[in-house]
């Protein structure tokens, strides 16, 4: 049975456990603006105690701002109802529109499931799958600490279903807690879960070990977000220095400044390859030449005929080699001194 009535504001109870939708300081003016100038458009939806007050179910907002401005009366459905039934409508009102807390409605959802609705008809009223309904169930299940944080909004749900796909509990806790240490985002988590995912699989690997080491430190685990390594030169740099995913700011700058040499950036990598395949044919050569018995005479030099630089040579059909290639594998020789390559 379902009525409208006018009823005094004193005599709605706010349940202090209820799925609540979260409004901005705007949202609020606009909404008190309008009562204010054309009253109540929209009831609020309560259902009925044994005292003689009423349960609020919906529009909690509006009567605060009727309470505001001294309005003494507001309109409202009255619905009666079992707590499945008055639960469901609660949640289905306050998740439609606005942000919700993600604990209220985890609770709600859990008081409906208590109930006697299953995850098939929450979903169906929150307009959700019911693996999300599953997963806010889940949420009940947190410590108090991130329950606290979920509501304060210092971690998201993202946050959570993140760190849940680690492997332990002492995983899951380790990374929340960098993630409130560090003021990580859902992406950064994502990045850290991401590669130590990668770490415990690479454990695994090796066999089944006992138990696994600890996870990383929050200090570690910082370094794991803000480092990445380069795909040329395979140092690690602070993500803000990397040009691309994957090359750093100084590999990036060689890179683009050997191509620009040439003009064509196919023809400056085959050239840089060449002369690079050149150079360490030559070094091989030089490494592996065996060692003379007894030392052999040198023929003396003609002052006459200037004296033209050797090249190793090796047992293998000799590179053709122009003068720019072999002027390049000279530079590559003094990077690799210089411990650049």
């Not at 209820?18 to 300081?25: C, N």
């Not at 105690?49 to 179910?57: A, E, M, R, V």
Request: net charge negative.
């Amino acid at each position: 049975m379902v009525r409208i009535e006018e009823i005094p504001v004193e005599a709605i109870v706010v349940p202090e456990k209820r799925a609540r939708a979260t409004f901005t300081p705007e949202q609020d003016a606009e909404l008190e603006a309008s009562i204010r100038t054309h009253g109540f458009t929209v009831p609020i939806l309560v259902s009925p105690l044994p005292d003689g007050k009423y349960s609020l179910i919906d529009g909690e907002h509006r009567l605060q701002i009727a309470r505001k401005l001294g309005i003494p009366k507001v309109p409202a459905v009255i619905t009666e109802g079992d707590e499945k039934k008055l639960t469901l409508l609660n949640i289905l009102a306050n998740t439609a529109r606005g942000s919700q807390n993600p604990m209220d409605v985890a609770e709600m959802l859990a008081k409906a499931h208590q109930a006697g609705a299953t995850e098939d008809e929450l979903a169906a009223a929150t307009g959700h799958t019911r693996d999300w309904v599953h997963f806010y169930l889940m949420l009940i299940q947190l410590p108090d600490t991130y329950k606290a944080k979920l509501r304060t909004g210092e971690l998201k749900v993202g946050h959570i279903r993140e760190a849940l796909r680690l492997p332990n509990p002492l995983e899951v806790d380790s990374a929340l807690q960098s993630t409130l240490i560090h003021k990580w985002t859902v992406e950064e988590l994502r990045f850290y879960v991401d590669r130590r995912l990668q770490d415990v699989k690479a454990i695994y690997k090796e066999g089944l070990p006992e138990e696994l080491p600890p996870p990383p430190t929050p200090e570690q685990a910082a370094e794991i977000v803000e480092y990445r390594t380069c795909m040329a030169c395979n140092r690690k740099y602070p993500k803000e220095h990397m040009s691309l995913p994957m090359i750093c700011d100084e590999c990036r700058t060689f890179l683009e400044y050997f191509a620009s040499q040439f003009g064509d950036t196919k023809q400056a990598m085959e050239t840089l390859y060449k002369a690079y395949t050149f150079y360490t044919d030559a070094i091989k050569t030089t490494t592996n030449q065996p060692t003379p018995q007894t030392p052999q005479p040198t023929q003396p030099v003609t002052p006459t005929q200037p004296t033209q630089p050797t090249v190793p040579t090796s047992t293998t059909q000799p590179t053709e080699i122009d003068t720019e290639t072999l002027a390049l594998a000279r530079k590559l020789k003094a990077l690799k001194e210089a411990g650049i390559l």
